[in-house]
């Protein structure tokens, strides 16, 4: 049906509707936002403690610790 057909009821329906998920959308976008920064919040390198020398202190990591790889491969689904 198209807009024009339909009464001022069922549009005003529509729009509540539309506005409840366009706030479940956000709440969802928020919640990965949060869930990304959390996971990734790991330093590129990592200091060893007092004493040690700066030689043997650096910690390499693995991309997978760095990239969230499941959520890049959502981005670039969307």
Same mark, same amino acid.
């Given at each position: 049906?198209?807009? %024009? %057909?339909?009464? /001022? !009821?069922?549009? +005003?329906? !529509?729009?509540? !509707?539309l506005? /409840? *998920? +366009?706030?479940? #959308? /956000? %709440?969802?976008? *928020?919640?990965?936002?949060?869930? @990304?920064?959390? !996971?990734?919040?790991?330093?590129? +390198? &990592?200091?060893?403690? *007092?004493?040690?020398?700066?030689?043997?202190?650096? /910690?390499? @990591?693995?991309?997978? %610790? #760095? +990239?969230?790889? &499941? #959520?890049?491969?959502q #981005? @670039?689904?969307?």
């Amino acid at each position: 049906m198209k807009d %024009e %057909e339909k009464s /001022k !009821e069922q549009l +005003i329906i !529509e729009l509540s !509707e539309l506005r /409840k *998920e +366009i706030i479940e #959308l /956000k %709440e969802v976008k *928020e919640h990965q936002s949060a869930h @990304f920064s959390k !996971e990734n919040s790991k330093p590129f +390198i &990592s200091y060893a403690p *007092e004493g040690q020398s700066k030689h043997n202190s650096l /910690k390499k @990591f693995h991309i997978s %610790e #760095l +990239i969230d790889i &499941s #959520l890049l491969q959502q #981005l @670039f689904d969307s």
